[in-house]
Nanobody, 124 residues
Framework: QVQLVESGGGLVQAGGSLRLSCAAS????????MGWFRQAPGKEREFVAVIRWGGGMIYYADSVKGRFTLSRDNAQNTVYLQMNSLKPEDTAVYYCAIARGPIATRSPSLYNYWGQGTQVTVSS
């Protein structure tokens, strides 16, 4: 059974940094896409970044480009989201998810497995 466990969220002041981790277990993920999404209260879940396990392709939402960096450790089946220069508008619950196949997609509907989420709060 595939499981995703996020960690690393917390409270940080604007301009600060956090690193989120997503540990995956229970499957061979091949070249599947691994994405990060976030959801703020009263808003829809939005795409943040995505990477394929096989590497090479990383995409970011325009709102985080230049501030967030996605990386992976295949040996540990873990994906990291380094978040720098955080802003209050980055406040949300952050989720990692595994896509249905070897795709790097921004659409939440194309992801099969989701973690429980980790809260990120950025104070002004």
């Amino acid at each position: 059974q595939v499981q995703l466990v996020e960690s690393g969220g917390g409270l940080v002041q604007a301009g600060g940094s956090l690193r989120l981790s997503c540990a995956a277990s229970g499957g061979g993920f091949g070249d599947y896409g691994m994405g990060w999404f976030r959801q703020a209260p009263g808003k829809e879940r939005e795409f943040v970044a995505v990477i394929r396990w096989g590497g090479g392709m990383i995409y970011y939402a325009d709102s985080v480009k230049g501030r967030f960096t996605l990386s992976r450790d295949n040996a540990q089946n873990t994906v990291y989201l380094q978040m720098n220069s955080l802003k209050p508008e980055d406040t949300a619950v952050y989720y990692c998810a595994i896509a249905r196949g070897p795709i790097a997609t921004r659409s939440p509907s194309l992801y099969n497995y989701w973690g429980q989420g980790t809260q990120v709060t950025v104070s002004s």
